[in-house]
């Protein structure tokens, strides 16, 4: 859902929002489909030479703009700033921004130099692709100048908000192999690949790369697939780069600091949306400042994996909409809507949440895997044989400085026997209701039931 006054605003937004400097790692080597589909139902919304790249800068120029961005009309709508910056040894990370009602988060793409040593095959392998703007081709041209052209593409997800790009990415690079997992999806018709915006030459990536050549010894690749009901499915691809000791999962594992990541720190527009988020109530203009950039981004981070999370009050009802329309030339959009409340335990929820950083599970996500626990664990058993001691997901924070046995605690709750989450159970009880309610007749029913957590003592805000 997209108000006239966010309509009036997103080319001044995006404008913003893609200016400034490309930067260096934006988190510390410690940081998805329903996430579109919820929040919108929710919300109503260098030549040879053996040296790296240099962090790539660059300020926005129209070179940002995307004009595709209607097939998944989100935030930040028609301009897409991209940043690179490295997240591992020659392991290339471009992020972009997605979102909706200013709940924005990192998307990226993982770019890899592959066979680096023979000639006739030295390239580049592409892992979740972005937009691909000019400006985000330009950064690619960078790498393939130094390290050869782009070989493999891999899409490594059914979820929309990374299908969306990877067709057009493949366009741009037609000589490359362009992989898709084997389930790819459209609800509420399954219509074919091509109808999904996926080139004739897609192929269905194997399930595994083991007993095969696949990778000529480099890479490693073993698919995650798991039918959480009728008409859906969920893919994600660990890919595992050797030299590198980095695994890349795109949905099933993330992790979050109170930093903001500076996709959203570096643009006065993209700022927009942590001091957004910050305000105590409807006219405030809040200060830029760091703590209020921490406020907004724990609140975001809370509404992008709880939707109405414990320490918080939402009313999507009629009363705060009439409000936003009595100012409707508010300065940062939707004429000031807001449909949340924070209580005093706002920075206990997100602690609790984060544990500094430690990896787990978004609950959406959760409530899909626990319908194949038994899938999950053979997954498990495939990927923690590989030696790696940095994941990068391709959302919220990268990279993320864990080996195969915390990779694997994160996925504890498919042999407990139970969906427990490590976070307070007064987060998850609108998805807990949900799943018992409207997700019932969408979703199996699962042997470790639903999400449960350790009840908190969370206050929410008294009610308007």
Known sequence: MKTSTESNTSDQQNRRENNGTLSNNPGSDRRRSMFTTVSAAVMGAISTANIAPSTAEAAITEESNWPLWTALPVAPYSRRRTIRYEVGPEVFAFDQLIGIYYVHVPIRMIALPVHQDDENKRGLMVYAPVAPTKECLS???????????????????????????????????????????????????NLPDSFLGLPSWAKPLPRTSRGTDMWGGEIEHEVLTVKPGIGSMFQDVALYHKKSKTVLICDALFAVTEEPPRILTEE????????????????????????????????????????????????????????????????????????????????????????????????????????????????????????????VPMHLDAPLAIGPSEFANTFDFTKSGKNEVRFCDEDVQFLRKAEEGPLNFSVYKSTLGTLRGEPCGLRKPPES
């Open 268 to 391: 006065e527009e993209y700022t927009r949306a942590l001091l957004f988020h910050a305000r105590e109530s409807k006219d405030e203009v809040v200060e830029d400042t760091p703590e209020n950039r921490r406020k907004g981004w724990r609140r975001i981070v809370l509404l992008f994996d709880f939707f109405f999370p414990g320490s918080g009050r939402g009313d999507l009802g009629i009363g705060p909409i009439l409000e936003a329309l009595k100012t409707p030339t508010y300065k940062d959009g939707w004429g000031g809507w807001k449909p949340f409340s924070w209580g005093e335990d706002e920075v206990k929820d997100f602690q609790r949440f984060s544990a500094s950083g430690k990896p787990t599970v978004l609950p959406i996500i959760q409530i899909i895997l626990a319908r194949g626990p038994e899938e999950v664990q053979r997954w498990l058993g495939v990927v923690t044989k590989w030696k790696f001691k940095r994941v």
């Open 139 to 189: 950064l690619m041209q960078e790498l393939i100048d130094m390290y050869g052209p782009v070989r493999d593409i891999i899409d490594p997800s059914t979820a929309v908000e990374h299908k969306v790009n990877a067709g057009p990415f493949a366009r741009a690079f037609p000589a490359a192999n362009f992989w898709v997992t084997d389930k790819q999806y459209a609800f509420p018709l």
